[in-house]
């Protein structure tokens, strides 16, 4: 005859289950310490992390030890890095790094063929593929995002190839649609456009600053000399310094101070690089918006500052430190940011973002009816200071 299962026994079962399920995780606390001690090490204000970042250590520490998969540990080490509070300072699981090394190299992607961005908390559709399953399913720009799966939209979360979601839109009248569409292999897009508009102009847009972007410019610019300029970095996240500095060179005459690099009390200007006498000197406007991050955000402070061109657009995304990547061991990347970064004008831009001397904003009725009121803003300027 069994003994009554008593409350104590009961709560006894229960705890031990817990424990066993959370048995610590030796790897996961040497990858824990290692992160935590490389922004303690690089960080590039001791005075920022302080106290606090000890505190991080004793609350996180528990929790990733006993995280249960890599996906949990991952999440625990963002949510620790995030008290720092700098853009620079985030983590990239392994599978995120080998899809990014996949599109580096050209491979296909699993996507479901449409871009969305928040606005005011919404999700926004602002651009669909025409070969992706998002414009065979008759999503178009200016659809509305509620969820996906019954969950808030998560930008961090990347489809498998075949694997189905269920979207639930609003469409161009703000009807609900409710969508499944399955992910395909995609080719990756262009990462630079050029275009020529009315006028003569010539728009040129770019998604990163990965190196080249000077050649170019240089050769688009050299193939038809165009009237005027504008460089689109509405859709530019940043990336290396140095490409940031040759395409700066692109566009002045003479060497400039393009940032300022602060780091533990020390100072150190960062000019622009090449170019001179074979640079740009005609017209010229920069697009900025909300996504606009990192280079994108110093390259247009230093084209409004001296006076080059005209910026418009919207107040960009405020992302401007500079980071170091670190291998971790499991094939997780870590950035860190290792020095502070203002503008030639010595504005800190880092959570506060650049502010056009032209702001024009697209509005969801501009988006829905194809509309692009900051180019044609652009355009509009460009043409008034070139008549033909």
């Known amino acids: 005859m069994h003994a009554p299962l008593t409350r104590r026994a009961a709560l006894a079962l229960i705890a031990g289950t817990t424990l066993a399920a959370a048995a610590p995780r030796p790897e996961h606390a040497d990858l824990f310490d290692r992160v935590w001690d490389e922004v303690d090490r690089r960080y590039w204000d001791r005075d920022r ?23 949990a540990l991952y999440r625990i080490l963002a949510a620790m890095l995030a008290t720092v509070g700098d853009s620079h300072v985030y983590i990239r699981t392994p599978a995120a790094v080998r899809r990014d090394a996949d599109a580096d190299a050209g491979a296909d992607s699993a996507q479901f063929g449409l871009s969305a961005w928040p606005t005011a908390g919404v999700w926004r559709v602002l651009s669909v593929r025409a070969d992706g399953p998002a414009a065979a399913a008759g999503v178009r720009p200016g659809w509305l995002i509620d969820s996906v799966d019954g969950r808030p939209v998560d930008d961090d979360w990347h489809p498998r190839a075949g694997q189905s979601a269920r979207f639930a839109f609003r469409d161009l009248t703000d009807r609900p649609r409710t969508l499944t569409l399955t992910s395909t292999l995609l080719p990756p897009e262009p990462p630079r456009r050029a275009t020529r508009l009315p006028g003569d102009i010539l728009l040129l847009a770019f998604d990163v600053f990965a190196g080249g972007e000077d050649r170019w410019i240089e050769d688009e610019i050299a193939a038809d000399p165009p009237a005027a300029l504008i460089l689109d970095l509405r859709e530019n996240e940043g990336g290396e310094a140095l490409a940031v500095a040759r395409v700066a060179g692109t566009l002045f005459d003479r060497k400039r101070t393009l940032l300022r690099r602060v780091a533990r009390g020390k100072t150190l200007d960062v000019p622009t690089v090449g170019a001179g006498r074979r640079s ?104 008034a200071d070139n008549p033909a």
């Open 280 to 383: 740009y000197t005609g017209p010229l406007a920069v697009l900025v918006g909300p996504r606009s991050a990192s280079g994108a955000e110093i390259l247009a402070a230093l084209v409004q500052d001296s006076g080059r061109g005209p910026v418009i657009g919207g107040t960009t995304a405020g992302a401007v430190t500079g980071a170091a990547q670190t291998k971790l061991p499991d094939g997780g990347e870590l950035w860190v940011a290792v020095f502070d970064i203002r503008s030639a004008a010595d504005v800190r831009l880092e959570g506060r973002g650049l502010f056009p001397a032209v702001p024009v904003t697209q509005s969801l009725a501009d988006l829905r009816a194809g509309r692009d009121p900051v180019l044609a803003r652009a355009q509009s300027l460009l043409a």
């Open 49 to 71: 992390l302080g106290e606090s970042w000890n505190t991080a250590y004793e609350r996180y520490r528990p929790q990733a030890i006993a995280a249960t998969d890599e996906a």
